[in-house]
């Protein structure tokens, strides 16, 4: 099992910068992903930004250029640098870490979420 904290969230207003935070703990396998994946009300859950053990990242494209994406694997902890946000990035945001035994063996776990409110 893996377990994940989200910590950062909050109000902000728009053009705002806000920072979270994920730590992961328990069976994480060596190679990986831990990233970001937000769901607003009456909306899907959706990615926001990825990262690999070995540093290759993956954003939305609402998010290119806005957000920046990094991880610490010794401490296992990613975060989540958010700027310039915008009224449509309030969401609850979700801490996940994919655990990739192969290239068909893939385990998922999620954080409990952290809600991230943008004031316009």
């Known amino acids: 099992q893996v377990q994940l904290v989200e910590s950062g969230g909050g109000l902000v207003q728009a053009g705002g910068s806000l920072r979270l935070s994920c730590a992961a703990s328990g069976s994480i396998f060596s190679l990986n992903a831990m990233g970001w994946y937000r769901q607003a009300p009456g909306k899907q859950r959706e990615l926001v930004a990825t990262?690999?053990?070995?540093?290759?990242?993956n954003y939305a494209d609402s998010v290119k250029g806005r957000f920046t994406i990094s991880r610490d694997n010794a401490k296992n902890t990613v975060v989540l640098q958010m700027n310039s946000l915008k009224p449509e990035d309030t969401a609850v945001y979700y801490c996940?870490?994919?655990?990739?035994?192969?290239?068909?063996?893939?385990?998922?776990?999620w954080g409990k979420g952290t809600l991230v409110t943008v004031s316009s």
């Open positions: 990262i690999t053990s070995g540093g290759s990242t």
């Open positions: 996940n870490l994919e655990n990739r035994y192969t290239i068909s063996q893939r385990m998922h776990y």
